[in-house]
């Protein structure tokens, strides 16, 4: 037994010996492959090339001068060559091992990589509707939101911002309009990080931004992707030497355009020769300009950004800091940020393993009290004053003192956003990959506002006590969410790739909010807000609240690809929630689409001047679960305070919202059909969508039955909208030699929406209104839009003429002029007057880039427009028409001088909203400087909002609502349109 034992042990070992002698023989076979790396372009050598031996792990990259060295298999013959910004390229081993590669800047190439969601694909694989913008085709000029840098570029994104407020946002809406109620626009990922804030984005931090504009490509975002996906990825650190890159630009801006009301001189000359009332206005011996009061006139933004990056092939780093003052047009009125970025990557396990980390944030100082009050300053007597002859503020009860609250009053944010993620992923086997991913981002703000004891605001509502308030808030959103990735490409011809995870997110919100009066002298503003006296009075305010949500997912897709010429996806995602009802927490949303490469089938060989032609089709189903919390369940809400029967007061409670166990997700429905194109070398590319989707089980608050509803609305799931529309993209390069090339992008796109559904058996809504007119006269709601119908149809009376004595006629529906007073304002549509006097939302949006490069010259030029669509001028509805015993329009006492008689809202001040704008003119120059020390180094000029060419003689018609359900609508004091003038630096050393 102890023989057998022993012959057993001794074979083992020779086993053993002799596996490792194959493994060292295995490894001592291979070579050395050396060579340099240039660009194609201009021959220059790039650093930071990943070179990769095809079919492994094992890479390295170049160093400074281009050069790399890798040792290679000597059964392996190709090496794949990758760099931003640059085509990826397989380049078979020389025969001497030395193999140099020259790789062409990728402008548009089809081997371009693209971010889809918890991976990448080649554009050439993609059988969805997806779009890359890359950080050489971001806009010029200073964006003030990431989103700032794609506006124009991605056919279908529409991206709005309503001013040159620094501290307000912007609009994103994909497609048109998904919902009643819920979520509109695209979820934002960062670097993985869902609902990622774009206020921790740099426009130098930017890598790329690719939009997932379809139910096939949004739905592996499940609940999230109803209003479409866009991913953000920022720029990480490479192997290579120390880089250091430093921007900065300085921003001035000036007034487009100011509304046309009487100048004091103007004022003064109506009222003497009895164009105004005497009777009615009164001149107080002033001039005063109260709109040009209340700008800026010194403002002056600036920005700068220093970038430190390096590494080596195992480990990369790459840290940015930023400080940004934006200054706003309008006085009291800023915002301050500064903050940074810090991304390391680490491998290892003989580069088995990859590990990343990524933290950013940002410190922000915002001036919240100035930017509003134009209405007020416009309207005002222009031969008032600010002050009373004895030097105190003027304050005359029936309007605000605008002017005065900028120096009595303060509104400030103290915020800081933070976001922190890591990923690791380890290479099981070859071919196997498991991964995991957690993010934290936390979001915090303290508002506090003070107004004077001699404020108007205290003195007219506080006893002239003060007033002082303070809130905070916090967010924190959490996400884990592991993956495992299988790729494999048999025999050269089949390719396959399928991922599966699970998704964990989380997210907690509470407030807290304190107000109180009472003060007995201004020292402590609202830093000492309890020693205010009305606190034990029960006078003061005070409120809290905290709310959360949870969100668990199980995703999985399957890529196939066969000769990179038939390829087709599988999606699957089933996701619960907990704001919806008890009977639904869980949905499944699917997706399928399929790709045709047809200019690779042999029949296409002979057509040379098609490069590229690919047929995409593809369907899928997302969700919508941006409601508010707890919507399903019974809340409780306070009923007022009774004595109880101890004596003592107390707050009661009661139900506040009926409870719906049946409340589910909302669910679009999405078919894509796409075709990308290619021609004459490349030089002309493109894509073209049309697409149809519809949301169905719409949610909206109906008319509950009481009994046996406790509450009369109740929140449920009837409704269908709809949505069909076509996209094009275009790029060219209609002129390309030695010294001089140019690029021209165009996007166009066209949508319509409509209420296809609004009632069942039971719960029914035979309409649905939108975009409040406001100002005087109560005249309600100007959209309105009924089941069936279109969305952004204004209904109003249509004008027929003036009378003799300036009192509005009407045609009624049988096309009869009557007076106002005959108008049947009914909304049922069988008997009603009223009648579509016009549409709100743009037919067509379109936005041309053109790219100028001669020598070391840039030059570009960006125009965009919106048109087909209407705008109700609310400003000329109220201050056009005499009875209003304010400044008035210079236009009252032209066009609309006729009108003797009330505010009427009708298609008399529904006008074209047609504009063409050229947004953006850059003149940049790139230096080359022969030195070791700086890389490259260049300096540009940017004009902004440069010129508005329309008919609409109202405001700046960019800056007038077109996104959701009620646009259309011009503001009466709108932040003033700026044209504005950048001078910028970069340069690398």
Same mark, same amino acid.
Do not use: C
């Given at each position: 037994m102890e023989k057998r034992r022993s012959n057993f042990v001794r074979r083992g070992l020779l086993c053993l010996l002799a596996l490792l002698s194959l493994s060292v023989t295995a490894f001592s076979q291979t070579r050395t492959v050396t060579g340099k790396v240039t660009n194609a372009a201009d021959n220059q050598p790039l650093q930071g090339v990943t070179v990769t031996v095809k079919g492994s792990t094992t890479s390295t990259q170049t160093d400074a001068e281009g050069n790399y060295s890798i040792a290679v298999p000597n059964n392996v013959r190709i090496l794949v060559f990758s760099f931003v910004g640059h085509n990826e390229q397989d380049v078979l081993i020389g025969a001497t091992g030395a193999t140099n590669v020259a790789l062409t800047p990728s402008g548009r190439s089809l081997d371009n990589v693209v971010v889809v969601g918890y991976g990448t694909q080649k554009k050439r694989q993609l059988t969805s509707a997806v779009d890359h913008v890359g950080a050489e085709d971001f806009r010029q000029g200073g964006a003030r939101n990431a989103l700032d840098l794609i506006q124009g570029k991605v056919a279908g994104l529409q991206i709005r911002r309503s001013s040159s407020n620094p501290n307000t946002g912007v609009g994103i809406q994909l497609r048109g309009v998904v919902s009643l109620t819920g979520d509109q626009g695209p979820l934002v990922v960062i670097d993985g990080i869902p609902g990622g804030n774009l206020d921790l984005l740099q426009q130098e931090d930017i890598e790329s931004i690719d939009v997932l504009k379809d139910g096939s490509a949004a739905a592996i975002y499940g609940t999230q992707g109803n209003g479409g996906v866009i991913l953000i990825t920022t720029k990480k650190g490479k192997a290579g030497p120390a880089k250091y890159d430093y921007a900065t630009y300085f921003r001035k801006e000036y007034l487009t355009k100011r509304p046309a009301f009487l100048t004091p001189e103007e004022f003064k000359a109506k009222l003497a020769s009895g164009e105004l009332d005497a009777a009615s206005y009164k001149d107080y011996g002033g001039l005063t300009d109260f709109f040009d009061a209340m700008i800026n006139h010194d403002n002056l933004s600036q920005y700068h950004t220093l970038a430190l990056s390096g590494g080596t092939a195992t480990s990369s780093y790459r840290a940015s800091l930023f400080y940004r003052d934006f200054q706003g047009f309008a006085k009291e009125n800023s915002r301050r940020e500064y903050g940074g970025r810090l991304n390391i990557n680490q491998k290892g396990l003989n580069n088995r393993l990859t590990m990343q980390l990524n933290l950013a944030t940002n410190f922000n100082n915002a001036n919240l009290l100035g930017g509003g009050g134009w209405e007020d300053q416009l309207t005002k007597n222009p031969t008032l004053s600010h002050k009373n002859p004895d030097g105190t503020w003027y304050f005359e009860g029936t309007s605000t003192n605008q002017y005065?609250?900028?120096?009595?009053?303060?509104?400030?944010?103290?915020?800081?956003?933070?976001?922190?993620?890591?990923?690791?992923?380890?290479?099981?086997?070859?071919?196997? &990959? $498991?991964?995991?991913?957690?993010?934290?981002?936390? +979001?915090?703000? %303290?508002?506090?506002?003070? @107004?004077?004891?001699? =404020?108007?605001?205290?003195?007219?509502?506080?006893?002239?006590?003060?007033?002082?308030?303070?809130?905070?808030?916090?967010?924190?959103?959490?996400?884990?969410?592991?993956?495992?990735?299988?790729?494999?490409?048999?025999?050269?011809?089949?390719?396959?790739?399928?991922?599966?995870?699970?998704?964990?997110?989380?997210?907690?919100?509470?407030?807290?909010?304190?107000?109180?009066?009472?003060?007995?002298?201004?020292?402590?503003?609202?830093?000492?807000?309890?020693?205010?006296?009305?606190?034990?009075?029960? &006078? $003061?305010?005070?409120?809290?609240?905290?709310?959360? +949500?949870?969100? %668990?997912?199980?995703?999985? @897709?399957?890529?196939? =690809?066969?000769?990179?010429?038939?390829?087709?996806?599988?999606?699957?995602?089933?996701?619960g929630s907990s704001r919806f009802g008890e009977n639904n927490k869980w949905g499944n949303f699917p997706a399928v689409s399929a790709g045709w490469n047809i200019s690779r089938e042999d029949f296409m060989r002979d057509i040379s001047f098609i490069n590229n032609l690919k047929l995409r089709v593809g369907y899928g189903v997302t969700g919508n679960q941006g409601i508010a919390n707890y919507s399903s369940l019974v809340t409780l809400g306070g009923g007022g305070i009774y004595r109880f029967p101890d004596g003592q007061y107390r707050q009661t409670f009661g139900p506040e919202r009926n409870p719906n166990p049946n409340l589910r997700w909302e669910k679009k429905k999405e078919l894509n059909i796409g075709l990308d194109f290619s021609l004459l070398d490349n030089r002309l590319s493109g894509s073209i969508e049309v697409y149809n989707r519809q949301t169905e089980d719409l949610l909206e608050n109906y008319t509950s039955p009481q009994p046996p509803f406790i509450r009369s609305n109740i929140y449920l799931n009837v409704g269908t909208i709809s949505a069909r529309?076509?996209?094009?993209?275009?790029?060219?390069?209609?002129?390309?030699?030695?010294?001089?090339?140019?690029?021209?992008?165009?996007?166009?796109?066209?949508?319509?929406?409509?209420?296809?559904?609004?009632?069942?058996?039971?719960?029914?809504?035979?309409?649905?209104?939108?975009?409040?007119?406001?100002?005087?006269?109560?005249?309600?709601?100007?959209?309105?839009?009924?089941?069936?119908?279109?969305?952004?149809?204004?209904?109003?009376?249509?004008?027929?003429?003036?009378?003799?004595?300036?009192?509005?006629?009407?045609?009624?529906?049988?096309?009869?002029?009557?007076?106002?007073?005959?108008?049947?304002?009914?909304?049922?549509?069988?008997?009603?007057?009223?009648?579509?006097?016009?549409?709100?939302?743009?037919?067509?949006?379109?936005?041309?880039?053109?790219?100028?490069?001669?020598?070391?010259?840039?030059?570009?030029?960006?125009?965009?427009?919106?048109?087909?669509?209407?705008?109700?001028?609310?400003?000329?509805?109220?201050?056009?028409?005499?009875?209003?015993?304010?400044?008035?329009?210079?236009?009252?006492?032209?066009?609309?001088?006729?009108?003797?008689?009330?505010?009427?809202?009708?298609?008399?001040?529904?006008?074209?909203?047609?504009?063409?704008?050229?947004?953006?003119?850059?003149?940049?120059?790139?230096?080359?400087?022969?030195?070791?020390?700086?890389?490259?180094?260049?300096?540009?000029?940017?004009?902004?909002?440069?010129?508005?060419?329309?008919g609409y003689s109202g405001n700046d018609p960019d800056f007038i609502q077109d996104l959701g359900l009620g646009a259309g609508i011009d503001e009466r004091g709108p932040y003033p349109s700026t044209r504005s003038f950048l001078v910028g630096l970069n340069v690398g050393f």
């Open positions: 005065a609250r900028l120096f009595q009053e303060t509104n400030k944010r103290q915020q800081q956003t933070t976001s922190i993620d890591g990923r690791a992923s380890l290479e099981i086997i070859k071919d196997l &990959k $498991a991964s995991i991913f957690g993010s934290l981002v936390r +979001n915090s703000y %303290i508002d506090g506002a003070y @107004r004077e004891l001699a =404020s108007e605001s205290s003195v007219e509502s506080y006893q002239g006590t003060g007033y002082a308030s303070r809130s905070t808030y916090l967010q924190i959103d959490y996400a884990v969410e592991p993956t495992i990735e299988y790729t494999k490409t048999i025999h050269n011809d089949h390719s396959v790739g399928v991922i599966g995870g699970y998704s964990y997110r989380y997210s907690v919100a509470e407030n807290f909010n304190a107000n109180n009066y009472g003060f007995v002298n201004d020292r402590f503003r609202e830093n000492n807000i309890g020693t205010g006296n009305q606190l034990g009075l029960g &006078k $003061a305010g005070m409120g809290s609240g905290k709310a959360d +949500n949870t969100l %668990i997912a199980f995703f999985g @897709r399957v890529n196939y =690809s066969y000769l990179d010429k038939y390829m087709a996806q599988f999606i699957l995602r089933r996701e529309g076509v996209e094009l993209t275009i790029n060219a390069v209609p002129v390309k030699t030695k010294n001089f090339t140019w690029n021209t992008d165009v996007t166009a796109s066209t949508t319509r929406n409509k209420l296809d559904v609004l009632s069942n058996a039971d719960f029914k809504l035979p309409y649905r209104e939108y975009g409040g007119i406001g100002g005087f006269g109560a005249l309600g709601n100007a959209i309105r839009t009924y089941e069936g119908g279109v969305l952004g149809e204004f209904w109003g009376k249509r004008f027929a003429e003036l009378d003799a004595n300036g009192k509005w006629l009407f045609y009624n529906r049988k096309g009869e002029k009557v007076a106002n007073a005959a108008i049947n304002n009914s909304f049922d549509r069988s008997t009603t007057d009223l009648a579509v006097i016009g549409n709100a939302i743009p037919k067509l949006y379109a936005a041309w880039s053109n790219s100028f490069s001669y020598k070391n010259f840039d030059f570009r030029a960006y125009f965009r427009g919106k048109f087909g669509h209407d705008i109700l001028n609310t400003m000329a509805l109220s201050y056009g028409n005499k009875v209003t015993k304010t400044n008035l329009l210079k236009d009252a006492f032209g066009k609309y001088a006729g009108i003797k008689d009330t505010y009427m809202y009708s298609d008399y001040y529904i006008e074209k909203g047609d504009y063409v704008k050229i947004d953006e003119l850059t003149l940049g120059y790139t230096f080359k400087l022969k030195t070791q020390y700086i890389r490259n180094m260049r300096v540009y000029v940017t004009a902004q909002n440069v010129a508005t060419i329309t």
